[in-house]
């Protein structure tokens, strides 16, 4: 089963519930970061480091004896990653999306692909979660392609957590599509309710089933609620707004560790999680 | 620190029209850089307000704007295919890298190809090679951008479609059409929201800025994102200062993160205390300094200290 955690922006507290479901889930759980651009989930869940292992997209190089400069490559890429005015084209890697059209419209198989690193995976066994990182490199603008590599990371069995990107765009698309149940995660502001329509609609579209946990509950209104009555929504749970558990999470400890009295909401979380009825479709 | 020349300054240089922006960014998002923009949108002086964060544009919810002009985005294009005219021989399943094609059961039993628009990038690639000519390559509607008269003046600001990708190119137009307004109605400043992280669309709302603010929390997750959105920074050699959101949830870790960044060469240009009247002036639709609470104070001495009131010389 994979159960992608996600929220129409950041900071509603979704590593919070994805780090603490993962360790009351524990026994074998696959936590993938899918929050490429900032993984922070080791910070909650310290354990061994694997090596890390470099992801790479298939970039075209250019034969200089072979090409005759026909500029059949850059008519066709959507991207303008490859650029010919008359001339031998000239390649611009960070805008390349690695389709390998270029290669295969050139007459003159005169287009190699090589690899170009465009971040790492990094594996941490945290005492019973095995934690997959996806880190993406500082100006690699298009983080896709790395999220669908940790995306494929996932066992065909057992249980896997997605922590996937805040927002609704594309890098949400790829950490969240296959999966099996959305928790949205927001708060009870009126920035919380735009985002998560934003984010309920996106799910839709995916025709994924979800769930709503409501974190700080209590720090705004009712709309929030309002909103998933409406929709239909189950609310899975509620977080208080504690200011402890802000402060727990500051130091990087999990709030079902350094707060024990909050166990047992997140314990019927994860029960609600585990055992969603897929006919509850959002 | 030296104030650095801007390498990437974007076409039309905002250099020569005397136009500055402060693009206020979080790393991490949800660190209340919407609500320090906004409030530094209402401190400036005749600023016209750009909200770059356009995969959750939540500035609006603060500055009331008034849409005088809507615009659909277009970007890219989407490959559909023809079901009527498709064969089945599975040559665009077998080329697409993006796992965008399904095989499914074709109408006369035989196999037929379907595009997931949500997962298409739109390369192309199907389209060049299926050998029916099946496969049709519109233009793709991502969003649409809005012109705006808020409480603090011309706004513009955007929706970005569900799915859609290239929020990039969306996040540079929102500050072209803020730049121009700037210049139309005689305005120096730019205030913008920009967006989390330090993908593609964060880069675009950074290029040629005068001044970049990162709003962080003193969090173990805060404090590993300043280090990449200050390389970031660093990277497109752009001004860069940081301010501490809630400082006092965790005062060892705010020393902490001001060391950092000032070692980054970052200049620390304030604190803002935990204040739960952030969410009670969210919740009347307004930006902290336009009410009484405690960490508005906070924010002014920001806006200070931040100095952008009254442009360096060159
Ligand atoms: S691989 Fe695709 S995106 Fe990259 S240069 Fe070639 S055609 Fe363009
Ligand atoms: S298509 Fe091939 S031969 Fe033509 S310009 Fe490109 S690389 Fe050169
Ligand atoms: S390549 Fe064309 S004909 Fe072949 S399966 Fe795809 S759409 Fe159909
Ligand atoms: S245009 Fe490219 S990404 Fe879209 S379906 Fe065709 S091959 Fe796949």
Known sequence: MIVAIASGKGGTGKTTVAVNLARLLGGGVHLLDCDVEEPNDHLFLPGTNGAAEPVTLPVPEVDQQRCDACGACSDFCAYHAIVSFGIKPLVFPELCHGCGGCALVCPRQAIREVPRRIGEIRTVEAGGVTLVQGRIDVGVPSSPPLIRAVRARAPAQGMTLVDAPPGTSCPVVAAVRGADLVVLVTEPTPFGLHDLELAVALVRELGIPCGVVINRAGSGDDRVHAFCRREGLPILAQIPDDRRIAEACSRGRLVVEALPEYEPLFRQLSGRVTHFAPTQRC | MPERRVQTAPAGGARRTGIRELVVISGKGGTGKTSVAAALAVLAERPVVADCDVDAADLHLLLSPRVEARH??????????????????????????????????????????????????????????????????????????????????????????????????????????????????????????????????????????????????????????????????????????????????????????????????????????????????????LTVVETGTACAEDVRALWRQLGFANPNEE
């Open chain 2, 72 to 285: 659909g985005f277009r970007a890219g294009h989407e490959a559909v295919i023809d079901g009527g005219r498709c064969l089945g021989c599975g040559e665009c399943f077998r080329l697409c890298r993006y796992g965008a094609i399904e095989r499914t059961a074709g109408p006369a039993g035989g196999a037929a190809c379907v595009v997931d628009p949500l997962a298409c990038e739109g390369c192309g690639v199907c389209v060049r090679f299926c050998p029916a000519g099946a496969i049709a390559f519109p233009e793709r509607t991502c969003g649409e951008w809005m012109v705006s008269r808020a409480r603090t003046g011309p706004m513009v600001h955007a929706r970005l479609g569900v799915a859609a990708e290239n929020s990039g190119k969306l996040v540079s137009l929102v500050r072209q059409e803020a730049r121009r307004l700037a210049a139309a109605e005689g305005r120096t400043t730019v205030i913008v929201d920009g967006p989390p992280g330090i993908g593609c669309p964060v880069i675009a709302s950074l290029t040629g800025a005068a001044q970049v603010l990162v709003v962080t929390e003193p969090t173990v997750a805060g404090e590993h994102d300043l280090a990449r959105v200050l390389a970031l920074a660093g990277h497109f050699d752009i001004p860069a200062a940081v301010c501490v959101n809630k400082w006092d949830i965790n005062p060892q870790m705010t020393w902490r993160i001001e060391d950092a960044a000032a070692a980054a060469g970052a200049r620390v240009v304030g604190r803002i205390r935990h204040d739960p009247g952030v969410t009670a002036a969210q919740l009347r639709q």
